[in-house]
């Protein structure tokens, strides 16, 4: 866990600084560089997770788990960093650009709609892997055409663009170390899970996911204590809409089976609930301690009902 922050943090920080060279906007950074880039973990769990067939459900128990994380968890404790910062005042105002709320509002609807309709479905194969992976790259285009900078680096100092190929080795290196630590990770759970009787989906859900989501936990939590809300809100629903559109897609890819989603439907409707709650926030003017703590008491719920809904069976011998 340690070596897989220390390389998402690497990968992070050289994405950045890759991002002020080539001249993308900061809505771009918050939503999809750094929410790619703190993701890293996620896919590399979900890639070295499919490798075994048996281990299909970590996978997609880790990337529904991982954006119940992020929201009831992360954004609950940034939304009470922000407001312990300024004891005068309980609540702050949401103050995020047209632009900024429509990709928060988009992410946030492909997040919710797309798990539900899997659950309707009632399965996932290889062919809905391709069309998810279509609809990450579609909006990554699209996303890329409207908030790509007119001048490209034309304010950039020259030495930082002479170390722009330094910054991608730098981000390679990190991403390296990434999925190096994933693989531990997954190996490390599937054992945990065949030991002590804990079924596959829980451990995806609850260890794995939380693991996995340090990166977005530690960028976003520094944001909030800097008073960048929106870098930090950004980043999570950046996070959600990768999870559920590119690394969801490749674990369904890379999977020879056909996956039965009703096993994960506790999963697919406490993500849909904890989306609606975000989905309101966003209309609020203002953001209170109230909200940060009814989003750290659903996470609570939800490993309680999580571990409670779950049959321990004792491992043999």
């Known amino acids: 866990m340690l070596l897989l922050v220390i390389g998402s943090e690497v990968t992070i920080r050289n994405s950045v600084k890759i991002s002020d060279v080539t001249g993308f906007g900061k809505t771009t950074i918050g939503f999809i560089l750094v929410g790619f880039a703190t993701s890293l973990p996620e896919l590399s769990v979900s890639v070295f997770a499919v490798a075994n067939p048996e281990s299909i459900g970590v996978s997609i128990g880790n990337v529904l788990g991982s954006n119940i994380v992020n929201i009831a968890l992360v954004l609950g404790v940034c939304i009470l960093i922000i407001v312990l910062r300024r004891p005068r005042y309980p609540s702050f105002l949401l103050t ?18 797309i798990p539900l309709a899997l659950l309707y479905i009632g399965y996932a194969s290889r062919f809905i892997g391709v069309i998810l992976v279509g609809i990450f790259i579609f909006y990554m285009i699209q996303l890329a055409r409207a908030n790509k900078t007119k001048e490209a680096g034309a304010e950039v100092p020259v030495n930082e663009r002479r170390r722009l190929r330094g910054y991608a080795l730098l981000a390679l290196a990190g991403a390296s170390i990434v999925i190096a630590t994933a693989f531990f ?18 451990i995806g859900a609850t260890i794995v996911a ?7 936990f530690a960028t976003s939590v520094s944001s909030a204590r800097k008073g960048h809300f929106d870098l930090a809100l950004g980043n999570i629903v950046g996070s959600g809409f990768i999870n559920i559109t590119l690394i969801l897609g490749v674990a369904l890819m890379a999977s020879p089976l056909t996956v039965n989603i009703a096993a994960f439907s506790n999963l697919v409707m406490f993500s849909l609930i904890i989306n609606l709650f975000l989905w309101y926030f966003l209309g ?22 999580t571990f409670g809904g779950s049959t321990i069976t004792p491992p043999s011998g």
Do not use: C, Q
């Open 284 to 305: 609020s003017e203002r953001i209170s301690w109230r909200e940060g703590v009814l989003l750290l008491s659903l996470y609570a719920v939800f490993l309680v009902i």
């Open 210 to 216: 939380f693991g996995t989501s340090i990166p977005e």
């Open 185 to 202: 990770i997954v190996d490390s759970s599937s054992f945990i899970a065949e030991s002590v009787g804990i079924p596959r989906v829980v």
């Open 96 to 113: 995020l650009a047209k632009e900024e709320v429509g990709n928060l509002h988009f992410g946030l609807f492909i997040a919710s709609i």
